[in-house]
């Protein structure tokens, strides 16, 4: 079997995916990233998606002149060849890389990166659409390991909104055979909608960083995620 390779053994590789578009996975990638950019580790964010929102997002930061975004985000050719090249060249420099994956199925984007990571987030949403389409997210995700063995997948709920369909709908999520039998766990609770979300895309920054209007349960549904993705590598102290 073809082991991830030891290149990238120095900096965490994890990949956000879901070939469904619009479910959260660049929200996903930039409030996680940049949390733990402000919690001192050392974090770089690759956009490899042409969409190109991450990067525009962290380049309206710049553009501002103010405070910088708390991560270094790059944006990539959505190319394999560029991310591993990437990933050998900054591998060394950084604690975690996380790569935002373009939505589409076609793309072989998402199979490179799982690779040569050892964790893949899926985002979820609660509605029926997001729920099908993550049986194909975790299919590619098993595949995955069978090549990569360090591979350990998530899912993250997103978007979530208040209304007795979204419940029905997360009941429903339940029953698919990864979830029910425990093999894929959650992450913290959760990312709610909020119109926070969207004003971090605004002033670019992520919730933390927000001077106003900075809603105490948005900070605390994210150091609850930040909280529980650190417990898979076992880290529990800051590292500054
Ligand atoms: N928790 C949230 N609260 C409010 N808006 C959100 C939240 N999460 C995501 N959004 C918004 O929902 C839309 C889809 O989110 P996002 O861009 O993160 O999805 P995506 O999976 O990266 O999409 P794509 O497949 O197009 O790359 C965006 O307009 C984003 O600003
Ligand atoms: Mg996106």
Not at 27 to 44: D, I, S, V, W
Not at 121 to 134: F, Q, T
Not at 212 to 217: G, L
Request: hydrophobic residues 40%; proline residues 5%; charged residues 25%.
């Amino acid at each position: 079997m073809e082991r991830r390779p030891r290149l990238f053994d120095k900096a965490k590789i994890i990949t956000v995916y879901n070939q469904k578009g619009g479910c959260g996975k660049t929200m996903l990638t930039m409030q996680l990233g940049g949390l733990l950019a402000m919690r001192g580790y050392k974090t770089l964010i690759i956009d490899m998606d042409k969409q190109q929102t991450a990067s525009t997002w962290f380049a309206r930061a710049e553009a501002r002149k103010k405070e910088p975004f708390p991560a270094t985000v790059i944006s990539l050719k959505s190319d394999p060849e560029h991310l591993i090249g990437a990933l050998r060249n900054f591998s060394e420099d950084f604690d975690f890389i996380l790569i935002d994956c373009p939505p589409s199925t076609e793309s072989q984007i998402p199979w490179a990166a799982l690779n040569v990571s050892v964790v893949g987030i899926v985002p979820i949403g609660p509605v029926l659409d997001n729920i099908w389409a993550s049986r194909e997210a975790f299919k590619l995700g098993d595949e995955a390991k069978e090549r990569n063995p360090d591979l350990k997948l998530f899912y993250v709920l997103s978007i979530l909104k208040r209304g007795r369909i979204f419940e029905s709908c997360q009941r429903e999520f339940g029953k698919i055979d990864h979830i029910r039998q425990g093999l894929i766990p959650q992450l913290g609770k959760g990312l709610t909608q909020r119109n926070a979300y969207a004003e971090c895309q605004w002033f670019g920054t992520i919730i933390h960083g927000l001077k106003q209007n900075r809603p105490a349960a948005a900070v605390e549904e994210l150091d609850h995620l930040a909280d529980d993705f650190l417990k898979v590598f076992d880290i529990k102290e800051k590292a500054k």
